[in-house]
């Protein structure tokens, strides 16, 4: 399995909180995503990243934004957290581009907004 | 606007038997293909790909079928097995952006 750890795995929170999610690689991969999965959507990409403060946005950005200070860490942030956010989030890594390698999956951060 | 499609949201199949799973896409610019397989509380694994200069690909039980002229892939495992029970993900990307987009995902029920 690729070492990808998330953190947290779970979390409840109110709305207009900030929140903060981390991805930790050990594979030294340059490729980093953050994938939100939601019923009926599949998983749509909300941000990347191309190296160490290298990002750009995906499909569904809006109400997050990244960070990239070091090659082994990802971190997304909900600055001010809306109910539409709750959702199950999963960070993805792969050595190339995303059309010639297969990206591959952390375990999820379960997030919940009341 | 949903550029994969997986229209069949659940699929039952008997143990042995093979199991097909199907995958629209729009985009004409979409020039690889990957299924992943999902358990619960699990992230999603990579499972098999196919480049778009190919129609087929084979590992093991998995084949997967591109017909470009189509749009459509297909991913198929014989012999089907308990184990396979999972959710499947149908996904594509373009040469030119990191923008992976999934299908919704088909739930498959392999039953002894």
């Known amino acids: 399995d690729a070492g990808i750890t998330q953190s947290p795995r779970h979390k409840v929170t109110e709305t207009g909180t900030p929140v903060t999610l981390r991805c930790h690689q050990t594979?030294?991969?340059?490729?980093m995503y953050w994938y939100r999965q939601d019923p009926g959507h599949g998983l749509r990409l909300i941000h990347y990243?191309?190296?160490?403060?290298?990002?750009d946005k995906g499909e569904v950005s809006d109400g997050y934004s990244v960070s990239r200070s070091k090659t082994e860490d990802f971190l997304l942030t909900l600055e001010s957290a809306t109910s539409s956010q709750t959702s199950v989030y999963f960070c993805?890594?792969?050595?190339?581009?995303?059309?010639?390698?297969?990206?591959?999956f952390g375990d999820g951060t379960r997030l919940s907004i009341l | 606007d949903q550029q994969v499609k997986q229209n069949s949201p659940s699929l039952s199949v008997q143990e042995g038997r093979i199991s097909i799973l199907n995958c629209d896409y729009t985009n004409s610019m979409f020039d690889y293909f990957l299924w992943y397989k999902k358990y619960p509380a699990e992230g999603p694994t990579f499972l098999i790909s196919i480049s778009s200069i190919k129609d087929k690909n084979e590992d093991g039980r998995f084949t997967v079928f591109l017909n470009k002229s189509a749009k459509h892939l297909s991913l198929h495992i014989v012999p089907s097995q308990p184990g396979d029970s999972a959710v499947y993900f149908c996904?594509?990307?373009?040469?030119?952006?990191?923008?992976?987009?999934f299908g919704a995902g088909t739930r498959l029920t392999v039953k002894p």
């Open positions: 990243s191309y190296g160490v403060k290298d990002t």
């Open positions: 996904a594509a990307s373009a040469y030119n952006n990191n923008d992976m987009r």
């Open positions: 993805a890594i792969s050595e190339a581009r995303g059309n010639v390698q297969p990206q591959h």
């Open positions: 594979e030294n991969h340059r490729y």
